[in-house]
């Protein structure tokens, strides 16, 4: 897996005016608890190149769960795989946990065993786990998430 590059504040155009407000309470509030949390996506691209994002993600440590207890206002959603939703009014701020990729061993030993009853049952789901694919929320390191896809 190769390094990522952190790029000085010195060395770039973005500050935080240029930041939406609530994004910046969620990234306060979730490292005001010790966990990791970064601005993700396209709203960096957008920043970098001078644009105008339309909207912010945050990617975390804190697992899904986590997030609904700093939040009141935290709508966890996702089949495939958990994602915090976090609103404020209309708009809202996506916070999605690292993840990594599983390597074929872990996918194929993900798929013969029945998964962990560890997340609360949804609305009408009376197994608390039937329709969550837990091999896809499998958690990571920052790194582990930005090289997944490579």
């Not at 979730?30 to 990617?59: C, E, M, N, T, W």
């Not at 599983?102 to 560890?118: H, I, K, N, V, Y």
Request: net charge positive; aromatic share 8%; proline share 8%.
């Amino acid at each position: 897996m190769s390094q990522p590059v952190v790029v000085p504040r010195a060395e770039h155009s973005i500050s935080r005016k240029q930041i939406d407000p609530d994004a910046l309470r969620v990234l306060y509030r979730l490292h005001h608890q010790q966990f990791l949390a970064y601005l993700v996506g396209g709203s960096v691209r957008d920043l970098l190149l001078g644009r105008r994002p339309k909207d912010f993600d945050i990617g975390t440590s804190a697992h899904p769960y986590q997030v609904k207890r700093l939040f009141r206002n935290c709508w966890i959603i996702g089949r495939r795989f958990r994602l915090a939703h976090v609103r404020f009014g209309p708009k809202t701020i996506e916070v999605a946990t690292f993840r990594r990729k599983l390597s074929g061993e872990e996918l194929a030993a993900a798929d013969a065993e029945p998964p962990p009853r560890d997340t609360p049952p949804e609305a009408g789901d009376t197994e608390g786990h039937t329709r969550l694919l837990h091999r896809d929320n499998t958690f990571g390191t920052p790194e582990e998430d930005a090289f997944r896809a490579s």
